[in-house]
């Protein structure tokens, strides 16, 4: 799935894109410019504007919450998207750049020492250098993901 997410929805963009989707968040522009991108980047609108109108040349979710895991459920069983384990954790969610696998020696100067001694597998985004690496917050991730999960099957 490719997103098209409103900015004032821009921590959904942040874990649609760590669930490994692609999504673009769009910032301070008209609204032809959005649809322009909605269109020619074949996007999912999702936003929380009731100025953003559907058409029939891209589809839009307006989101009924502000709060971030009832957006994910919404999206989730809108669209009914699954929950992919094999594509978790795929993207950089700052700049939406698939990550890759990098030598652990690569990032020592680059990690705190704890860290590098812990962790096994690193990975950095191509794009702004980003380096991660399963912690807490993957857990809390996975926590997450794992409660949206039983939301939608069960709904």
């Not at 760590?18 to 959005?34: A, F, I």
């Not at 890759?100 to 985004?125: G, I, T």
Request: aromatic residues 8%.
């Amino acid at each position: 799935m490719r997103f098209l997410v409103t900015e004032e929805c821009g921590r959904l963009a942040r874990w649609l894109r760590l669930m490994g989707h692609d999504t673009e968040v769009v910032r301070g522009s008209p609204l032809s410019e959005l649809y322009r991108k909605a269109y020619n980047g074949r996007r999912i609108v999702l936003t929380r504007n009731s100025r953003i109108r559907a058409s029939c040349l891209f589809r839009v979710i307006r989101l009924t919450s502000p709060v971030l895991e009832d957006q994910l459920r919404q999206v989730l069983r809108e669209l009914a998207l699954p929950i992919d384990d094999d594509q978790l954790f795929t993207r950089c969610d700052l700049c939406n750049v698939r990550v890759e696998p990098v030598e652990k020696a690569s990032v020592k100067d680059r990690v705190p020492p704890h860290v590098y001694h812990k962790q096994e597998a690193f990975y950095a985004c191509p794009s702004c250098h980003r380096i991660y690496w399963a912690a807490t917050h993957w857990q809390r991730a996975c926590a997450l993901f794992d409660r949206l999960r039983k939301d939608v099957n069960h709904a």
